[in-house]
């Protein structure tokens, strides 16, 4: 089965973007790239990347992207989200921060950026930038993992690839339980619950990546220009 | 000190009025409400002013939401197109019904109240629309409670009163983290606390197989819950709903204890909106 | 040898089930026509707009109509069993063919049909037991459906509350109803028995078009609301925008 590749957190960095595919094109058996969201971001103009992962060069994969917390911020200040704005960004980072990303980012490339989906759910994986929750949801290796456990349960998947904390890490849930008592007029119901078997894949950010096999579950942290590495364990 | 938590009013003045009597006669004074003031019912006037005379303190339901922001309930929180198009004709004309000062009212009710470690909300802390079902996920149950800080979370929305304790839970977990991959990684427990889910049900459209107006009566000394079942002049209520131009149909199913339009399965769902 | 059956009986007692079991358990071909029937004092004869027959050919795709002229004149096949329904509220007051309702015999004529035998629900011991019913000052209700489409899951919701009496004491109530997905179910309740059968027909129609075959809903009881029941059918019955499902149905 072919492997997955999962990016996130670029912000403009076209050259970041560069070495990710030109790792790819020496990693066998990688045919799907998603990008979980913030290909954009105010600290560089975004243009040239966006117009690369509309128009891939040839040899390259075609990404397959989704918004993350950047994008559904210049998406609400630009009027895309109902009368929301970019408030989460004015407020932690200042009016300067939200003119930054509106110059950042040619209006023209606005059509596409609103077309670009939550998330994606492919064989029991679900893919997002934050969480089931919100796109702002930020998983970290210190998450409560009964919050973990919520997020995987509102997606009914046993996988979640997250990548708004911008932190490669995974968390396995391998066990526990819980006891639930349920009174009302008809009567008492007792319950016992296990933790079932699932795991919350953090994908990194910029030149940090990961590569998934979905046919034997197994995952690699990667970043870009170190392929040696990846040849001494015997990877590829 | 034994306190009552009504919810879900849904413009039924006589059963408001049984539950209140009720309560009084019990000699208890604090009361809160969950809200859903207004819908479907006859008397969404009356109803309002009861809970403002009475100075209850409420938060926002789902319909006193939807009633001042305009339909909020997404499509998929019906489970066919006939129950879509009732709900949206109770919408209309409650909202025909309000007076402006009663719309305000409701408008500018507070998302949840707190007192110490006991919240009130009307659906779950997330949203006024997400179902607390009794039988929903023990985790994501326990969630909702820990996240909002609290140790007892009282709720309605769902119609159908319960009590659920989640205790002994534990959650074992691998963590990894890092650039190498098949590094180190760390096992941990965690211990999770007692919590507890207490649901009102509904004073004014019951949706618990009889048509006895429900509420719960709590004991913060003692831990006790009681459900509390009402019966009420529902005659007086289907009358007044034929009387106002409501549906008849809305009568009926009130007469027979079969909430107004049917919820969908998934209630658990909440849409992305 | 060919025989011809009439049969009689109530609205609701079992008549089109019990014909469905004779037709599928006889070999050679079968016929099937169904009378209007009287109405009695008071009692209105439902009328069936052919839903007994749109279903029974459903089910067996040969059997032939009798009501047709064509098929009356043209020679009959051999061994075939001809079935008439017959609805009747009172019991026949003769035993056997002497009890068939005289005014039937002109029409049973003119089609070449001559029952050898009238059996009777309720009276005779070859038909299965039924509960019956005092049907004295039944109403009767029928609406054409051709063309429309149900959203599956109002339907389930309006037929509940049809059969529970929402409006109006219903005993017995009929439909042919068509589906987004281009089935269609015979359904069908009576106030003496448990449920409501619901049975999908064989013929698919393409999904999300608008089906012209047959399809129609009659109801029988008392204080029956038809005003009512049309507000709840117009919220019920999907608009032109086809295709239009909701997620739960
Ligand atoms: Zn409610
Ligand atoms: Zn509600």
């Given at each position: 089965m072919a492997r997955w590749a999962l990016i996130s957190g670029l912000r403009g960095d076209l050259e970041a973007y560069e070495a990710i595919q030109e790792d790819l094109r020496h990693t066998r058996r990688v045919d799907t790239l998603f990008v979980l969201g913030d290909v954009i971001g105010p600290a560089r103009n975004c243009d040239a990347l966006l117009s690369r992962l509309q128009q891939p060069r040839r040899g390259e994969l075609r990404p397959q992207c989704l918004y993350g917390w950047w994008e559904d911020q210049l998406l609400a200040e630009r009027g895309y989200r109902g009368g929301r704005r970019a408030d989460a960004l004015r407020l932690s980072q200042g009016e300067t921060a939200v003119d930054a990303l509106l110059q950042a980012v040619d209006p023209g490339h606005m059509g596409w950026l609103a077309e670009l989906q939550f998330g994606f759910i492919e064989l029991d994986c679900a893919l997002l930038h934050g969480s089931s929750a919100t796109v702002e949801d930020s998983l970290g290796p210190d998450s409560s993992p009964l919050l973990l456990l919520d997020r995987l349960t509102r997606m009914e998947v046993n996988r979640l690839f997250t990548a708004r904390s911008g932190q490669q890490f995974s968390i396995e849930l391998t066990g526990g339980g819980i006891e639930s008592q349920v009174r009302d007029l008809e009567g008492q119901r007792h319950q016992q619950q296990s933790v079932p078997k699932r795991q919350v894949i953090g994908i990194g950010a910029g030149v940090h990546y990961t590569i998934y096999d979905p046919g034997t579950d197994r995952f690699d942290f990667l970043a870009a220009g170190s392929r040696s590495q990846e040849r001494a364990r015997g990877f590829a | 000190m034994a306190h009552a938590v009504i919810s879900?009013?849904?413009?039924?003045?006589?059963?408001?009025?049984?539950?209140?009597?009720?309560?009084?006669?019990?000699?208890?004074?604090?009361?809160?409400?969950?809200?859903?003031?207004?819908?479907?019912?006859?008397?969404?006037?009356?109803?309002?002013?009861?809970?403002?005379?009475?100075?209850?303190?409420?938060?926002?339901?789902?319909?006193?939401?939807?009633?001042?922001?305009?339909?909020?309930?997404?499509?998929?929180?019906?489970?066919?197109?006939?129950?879509?198009?009732?709900?949206?004709?109770?919408?209309?004309?409650?909202?025909?019904?309000?007076?402006?000062?009663?719309?305000?009212?409701?408008?500018?009710?507070?998302?949840?109240?707190?007192?110490?470690?006991?919240?009130?909300?009307?659906?779950?802390?997330?949203?006024?629309?997400?179902?607390?079902?009794?039988?929903?996920?023990?985790?994501?149950?326990?969630?909702?409670?820990?996240?909002?800080?609290?140790?007892?979370?009282?709720?309605?929305?769902?119609?159908?009163?319960?009590?659920?304790?989640?205790?002994?839970?534990?959650?074992?977990?691998?963590?990894?983290?890092?650039?190498?991959?098949?590094?180190?990684?760390?096992?941990?427990?965690?211990?999770?606390?007692?919590?507890?889910?207490?649901?009102?049900?509904?004073?004014?459209?019951?949706?618990?197989?009889?048509?006895?107006?429900?509420?719960?009566?709590?004991?913060?000394?003692?831990?006790?819950?009681?459900?509390?079942?009402?019966?009420?002049?529902?005659?007086?209520?289907?009358?007044?709903?034929?009387?106002?131009?409501?549906?008849?149909?809305?009568?009926?199913?009130?007469?027979?204890?079969?909430?107004?339009?049917?919820r969908a399965d998934d209630a658990s769902h909440v849409c992305e909106r | 040898m060919s025989q011809t059956l009439l049969i009689s009986g109530p609205p609701g007692c079992g008549k089109t089930s019990w014909i469905l079991k004779r037709v599928q358990a006889h070999r050679g071909p079968c016929g099937y026509l169904r009378l209007a029937g009287y109405p009695d004092e008071g009692l209105a004869q439902a009328p069936d707009g052919g839903i007994d027959l749109a279903y029974l050919q459903d089910q067996c795709p040969r059997l032939l109509d009798l009501a047709d002229l064509d098929q009356a004149l043209a020679p009959r096949p051999e061994h075939l069993l001809a079935l008439i329904e017959l609805p009747q509220f009172q019991p026949p007051t003769e035993s056997g063919l002497g009890g068939v309702d005289r005014r039937v015999i002109p029409q049973l004529e003119a089609l070449h049909l001559k029952p050898d035998e009238h059996l009777h629900f309720g009276r005779d011991t070859a038909l299965p037991r039924q509960d019956t019913l005092d049907f004295s000052s039944l109403q009767a209700w029928e609406r054409n459906l051709a063309g429309s489409v149900w959203d599956p899951a109002s339907l389930s919701s309006f037929w509940f509350e049809l059969v529970n009496g929402a409006y109006g004491d219903v005993y017995r109530a009929k439909a042919l109803m068509n589906l987004p997905d281009g089935r269609a179910f015979f359904c069908n309740w009576m106030v003496s028995q448990e449920g409501s059968q619901f049975l999908p027909l064989q013929a698919l129609a393409p999904p999300d078009g608008r089906p012209e075959r047959l399809s129609r809903l009659v109801v029988q009881g008392k204080g029956l609301d038809p005003a009512a029941i049309e507000v709840t059918l117009a919220d019920c019955l999907l608009s032109q925008a086809l295709p239009h499902s909701f997620p739960s149905a």
């Open positions: - | 879900c009013l849904h413009a039924n003045h006589a059963a408001l009025e049984a539950v209140l009597a009720d309560i009084d006669q019990q000699g208890i004074d604090t009361i809160t409400c969950l809200g859903d003031l207004v819908g479907y019912g006859p008397q969404p006037n009356e109803v309002v002013e009861l809970i403002r005379q009475r100075a209850i303190p409420t938060c926002q339901g789902c319909w006193d939401e939807d009633i001042i922001e305009g339909l909020n309930a997404c499509d998929c929180s019906y489970p066919s197109q006939l129950a879509e198009r009732r709900g949206h004709l109770a919408h209309q004309w409650t909202a025909d019904q309000l007076s402006e000062e009663n719309k305000d009212f409701l408008a500018n009710l507070p998302m949840s109240l707190r007192r110490d470690r006991l919240l009130f909300v009307h659906g779950s802390p997330n949203s006024q629309h997400e179902y607390l079902l009794p039988n929903m996920d023990a985790f994501a149950a326990l969630e909702r409670v820990e996240t909002a800080e609290a140790d007892t979370l009282f709720c309605g929305h769902t119609h159908h009163p319960y009590v659920r304790e989640l205790r002994d839970g534990s959650i074992r977990v691998r963590v990894q983290e890092g650039v190498a991959s098949g590094g180190p990684s760390e096992e941990r427990e965690i211990n999770l606390p007692v919590r507890r889910i207490i649901n009102a049900g509904s004073v004014g459209e019951p949706r618990h197989g009889n048509t006895n107006a429900t509420y719960v009566i709590h004991d913060e000394q003692t831990g006790t819950v009681e459900i509390r079942e009402v019966a009420y002049d529902v005659e007086r209520t289907c009358r007044a709903i034929v009387e106002s131009g409501l549906p008849a149909i809305f009568a009926w199913r009130l007469r027979h204890g079969f909430e107004y339009a049917e | -």
